[in-house]
């Protein structure tokens, strides 16, 4: 595609449900991030994908969160047993390679837990 | 204390004058990145620096490695440069950490 893809766009879930955002990169960067803003507040990186390496999962807030990359396509954050402030825009990026090239960034994923 | 530190957080300009907003950082990088949030929430890629300066029309970046310090300048702004302007810095373990951000409004 074009861009980055997000898909949905919207989630209104329930507390304690999982779910899971999807996220499709430009074809061929091999870097992907995910991260997360709430409400008025700025970017928190979650988690990181380098082709093969294996994902920095340093920005993971929970064991509830997790994430996915089968090679350098899709990518699946799943959120188990959500809570009220996990409510946020999930948002993913990709690249040509970390170190190289502008970020393109997706539209983002509104989640909120009710 | 934030690895990567802002100023200001909030700018207010008249239309055409010059912006000059700053990003100081505490960490190792291999590079940075100027983004620009516009409200709706959409975030664009201004630029990415691992020296010296970069210019795409009225916008113009650089970056002091030594002083572990970056700048974005915008000439003559315009209304339309209303945004949150955001620095993120890529460190060398590849982990990409944010500032929190510069809101820009600029007024006719």
């Known amino acids: 595609g074009a861009g980055v893809s997000q898909s949905p766009s919207n989630k209104v879930t329930e507390k304690g449900k999982d779910v899971e955002l999807r996220c499709d990169p430009i074809s061929g960067h091999t870097a992907l991030y995910w991260y997360r803003q709430r409400l008025g507040q700025g970017l928190e990186f979650l988690i990181y994908f380098q082709g093969n390496s294996a994902p920095d999962k340093s920005g993971l807030p929970s064991d509830r969160f997790s994430a996915e990359r089968t090679g350098e396509s899709v990518s699946t954050l799943t959120i188990q047993r959500t809570q009220q402030e996990d409510s946020a825009v999930y948002l993913c990026?990709?690249?040509?390679?970390?170190?190289?090239?502008?970020?393109?960034f997706g539209s983002g994923t509104q989640l909120s837990v009710l | 204390k934030n690895e990567v530190e802002q100023s200001p957080q909030n700018l207010t300009a008249q239309e055409e004058e010059f912006i000059t907003i700053n990003c100081s950082y505490s960490?190792?990088?291999?590079?940075l990145h100027w983004l620009q949030q516009h409200p709706g929430g959409g975030i664009v890629s201004l630029f990415m620096l691992s020296s010296g300066k970069k210019k795409h029309g009225r916008l113009i970046a650089t970056i002091n490695i030594q002083e572990k310090h970056s700048s974005l300048h915008i000439t003559a702004s315009h209304p339309r440069d209303s945004a949150v302007y955001i620095c993120?810095?890529?460190?060398?373990?590849?982990?990409?950490?944010f500032g929190t951000g510069t809101r820009l409004q600029v007024f006719p």
């Open positions: 993120a810095v890529l460190m060398d373990t590849d982990k990409l950490i």
């Open positions: 960490v190792g990088i291999s590079a």
């Open positions: 990026a990709s690249s040509l390679a970390s170190w190289t090239g502008k970020l393109f």
